[in-house]
C-alpha cells in the first residue's frame, strides 16, 4: 500500500515538473528562433560585407582605403551594445532627419550587428590574404591567367581555407552576441528566460537558456568542422 503510495506520488510529482518545464519552454524556444533569425541574417550579409570592405582597404584609391579603415577602427573600437543603442535611439534623435530613421527594433539590432560583424570579418579576410605567399600570384601570371582569374580559382580558395578557423569562431561569439537584443527589447531567448526567472524565482530558465545556447553553438561548431574537413584544413 506504501509503495503504491509513493509510486502515485512520485508520478504525480514528475508530471508537475514535466509541465512546468514544457510551460517554461515553449516561449524560451519561440525565443531561440528570434536569436537563430538574427544570427542566420548577421551572417549572410557581414561576410559578403565583410570582404568588400577588405577589398575596399586594399585599393589603390587611398581615400576609399582610408574610409574603410577607419570605419573597420570605429565599429571595432566601440561596444557592439553602443551601437546597437545608438542606431535604435540615437538615429531618432537626429535632428530634421531623425523622424525619418525610426526602425522597427529587430531591424535596427540586425543593422548593428551586420555593420560590427563586417568590420571584424573583414579583418579575417586580410589576414588571410596576407597568409598568402607571394609566389602564387607569380605562379599564376605564368600560367596565364588574369586577375580574375588568379583571384577566383587561386587567391580566394585558399584564403578561405586560412580564414575559416577564425571564421568558425567568430561566429560562436556571433551567436553568444545575440543576447544584447535583451538590452533594445527584443523578446530574444534571453529575454525570456528572465522573465521566467522574474516570475517564478528560480534560476532553472538560465540553465535551460545556457544549453539551448550550447546546442546551437554545438551545431555550428560541428558544421565549421566538417567544412574544415571538407577543404582537408590542418
Request: glycine fraction near 6%.
Amino acid at each position: 500500500m506504501s509503495k503504491s503510495f509513493l509510486g502515485g506520488t512520485l508520478s504525480f510529482l514528475g508530471g508537475i515538473i514535466m509541465d512546468y518545464l514544457l510551460s517554461m519552454l515553449k516561449p524560451m524556444l519561440e525565443g531561440a528562433k528570434m536569436t537563430i533569425l538574427l544570427f542566420v541574417i548577421a551572417i549572410a550579409a557581414s561576410i559578403p560585407l565583410g570582404f568588400l570592405l577588405t577589398l575596399a582597404v586594399k585599393s589603390k584609391f587611398k581615400p576609399l582605403s582610408w574610409l574603410a579603415q577607419a570605419y573597420i577602427y570605429i565599429m571595432r573600437g566601440t561596444p557592439l551594445l553602443l551601437q546597437l543603442l545608438f542606431i535604435c535611439f540615437g538615429l531618432p534623435m537626429i535632428p530634421v532627419i531623425g523622424e525619418y530613421l525610426v526602425l522597427d527594433r529587430f531591424t535596427a539590432a540586425c543593422i548593428g550587428f551586420i555593420l560590427n560583424y563586417a568590420a571584424y570579418f573583414s579583418e579575417i579576410f586580410r589576414g588571410g590574404l596576407l597568409a598568402i605567399d607571394k609566389g602564387q600570384y607569380e605562379a599564376a601570371q605564368v600560367l596565364g591567367l588574369n586577375k580574375f582569374q588568379t583571384t577566383t580559382r587561386i587567391i580566394l580558395p585558399q584564403m578561405f581555407r586560412v580564414a575559416l578557423p577564425a571564421i568558425s569562431n567568430e561566429s560562436v561569439t556571433l551567436v553568444k552576441d545575440t543576447a544584447l537584443l535583451y538590452a533594445v527589447a527584443v523578446p530574444e531567448l534571453l529575454h525570456y528566460a528572465q522573465t521566467v526567472v522574474n516570475r517564478d524565482f528560480t534560476i532553472v530558465p538560465f540553465l535551460v537558456a545556457g544549453i539551448i545556447y550550447l546546442c546551437i553553438t554545438l551545431i555550428l561548431t560541428a558544421f565549421f568542422k566538417f567544412l574544415e574537413r571538407r577543404f582537408k584544413f590542418e
